[in-house]
């Protein structure tokens, strides 16, 4: 994306499955007319629609109307805060602490709930204590194994 900061996000709605085909229509609309259009985003987890960024809604009524699969524009403009969490890869080990309740999904105790005991950064490893087993068992498990189901509960007064 460009930081043009005249530029503003605006999201079309598309039929679903149909995302990228819709950016290479607006890609080519866009080419063959030289319609001030920055960028063109197609984000695998936002089904049905495509991102435009340009300087206003003018421009994106004009590439969008007419082209096949596209059911019309979403009012507004988008934040960029918005669609920044599917661009911006964050590893799930920074999103863990200790007592956090997760589910291990990947590896020899797939689909079974643990709680965290302990986090090894450097080496991307937790220490679990499985909840599922009948009697406690730390189990140390790639940090990429894991998906929180809920946070710990903080002390009063601490983040």
Not at 36 to 63: R, T
């Amino acid at each position: 994306m460009s930081k043009n900061l005249s530029s503003k996000l605006f999201a079309i709605k598309t039929t679903g499955g149909q995302e990228k085909i819709v950016a290479r229509l607006i890609h080519n609309k866009v080419s063959t007319r030289k319609l001030p259009i920055s960028s063109i985003l197609v984000l695998d987890e936002m089904k049905g629609y495509v991102f435009l960024e340009a300087s206003n809604a003018q421009v994106i009524s004009e590439v969008v109307s007419g082209l096949k699969h596209v059911k019309g524009f979403v009012q507004g403009i988008l934040q960029y805060q918005d669609i920044e969490k599917f661009l911006v890869f964050k590893p799930i080990i920074s999103e863990l602490k200790v007592d956090d309740i997760v589910e291990i999904v990947a590896g020899p105790f797939k689909g079974m709930r643990a709680k965290i005991d302990r986090i090894e950064l450097a080496r991307s490893e937790v220490t679990v204590v499985l909840l599922d087993a009948p009697y406690q068992l730390p189990v140390t498990v790639d940090a990429s194994y894991l998906k929180l189901s809920s946070q710990a509960k903080s002390p009063e007064g601490q983040p």
